[in-house]
T-cell receptor
Framework: QKEVEQNSGPLSVPEGAIASLNCTYSDRGSQSFFWYRQYSGKSPELIMFIYSNGDKEDGRFTAQLNKASQYVSLLIRDSQPSDSATYLCAVRRSGGYQKVTFGIGTKLQVIP | DADVTQTPRNRITKTGKRIMLECSQTKGHDRMYWYRQDPGLGLRLIYYSFDVKDINKGEISDGYSVSRQAQAKFSLSLESAIPNQTALYFC???????????????FGPGTRLTVL
């Protein structure tokens, strides 16, 4: 079982719709969860992090965390063509230095 | 100016050649990392360093070596490049702060390396 699992996609949504990106993780000791956006050929850039169960909103983005189900998601409201990118989920255990483990990413395509 | 820079941005080389990729940062972070990214495999950690005297192997360090010349500089070497080292290489930095957002990774622009 992979430490961090994401469907590679592509996930296609029409412009203006809600895009829902999902991530599951295997280590119950995981504490921190990050979403990165990566445009083709570019470097990952941090969008959001979350570490408490529930929802965290930042503009059009909402991160959702359910530690009991070992599940984290990213919702993008009012999707725009400029949101078309690969979204990487990253997970970190608690305590001292713990490496960050990345999923393979989900490719999102927003259709105009 | 970018906080994390990498040189070169693109490199084509031949099997057996020695290659060095360089990374510099102005974020003032102590921790630096080298990752490679391959389609379908995601980002994998090669080496990481907490300071000039602290260097650690990641999950795929075979065939690679690193040097931390200063707090702001971390270089990756391929002593004898082979075709399966063709990949996109990223340098990243993080601060040493504790708490749930500690070690948040900030990435450089990447180096696309092709080994023929």
């Amino acid at each position: 079982q992979k430490e961090v699992e994401q469907n590679s996609g592509p996930l296609s949504v029409p412009e203006g719709a809600i895009a829902s990106l999902n991530c599951t993780y295997s280590d119950r000791g995981s504490q921190s969860f990050f979403w990165y956006r990566q445009y083709s050929g570019k470097s990952p850039e941090l969008i959001m992090f979350i570490y408490s169960n529930g929802d965290k909103e930042d503009g059009r983005f909402t991160a959702q965390l359910n530690k009991a189900s070992q599940y984290v998601s990213l919702l993008i409201r009012d999707s725009q063509p400029s949101d078309s990118a690969t979204y990487l989920c990253a997970v970190r255990r608690s305590g001292g230095y713990q490496k960050v483990t990345f999923g393979i990413g989900t490719k999102l395509q927003v259709i105009p | 100016d970018a906080d994390v820079t990498q040189t070169p941005r693109n490199r084509i080389t031949k099997t057996g050649k020695r290659i060095m990729l360089e990374c510099s940062q102005t974020k003032g972070h102590d921790r630096m990392y080298w990752y490679r990214q391959d389609p379908g495999l995601g980002l994998r950690l090669i080496y990481y360093s907490f300071d000039v005297k602290d260097i650690n192997k990641g999950e795929i360090s075979d065939g690679y070596s690193v040097s931390r010349q200063a707090q702001a500089k971390f270089s990756l070497s391929l002593e004898s490049a082979i075709p399966n080292q063709t990949a996109l290489y990223f340098c990243a930095t993080s601060g040493a702060q504790g708490g749930p957002t500690g070690d948040t990774q900030y990435f450089g622009p990447g180096t696309r390396l092709t080994v023929l």
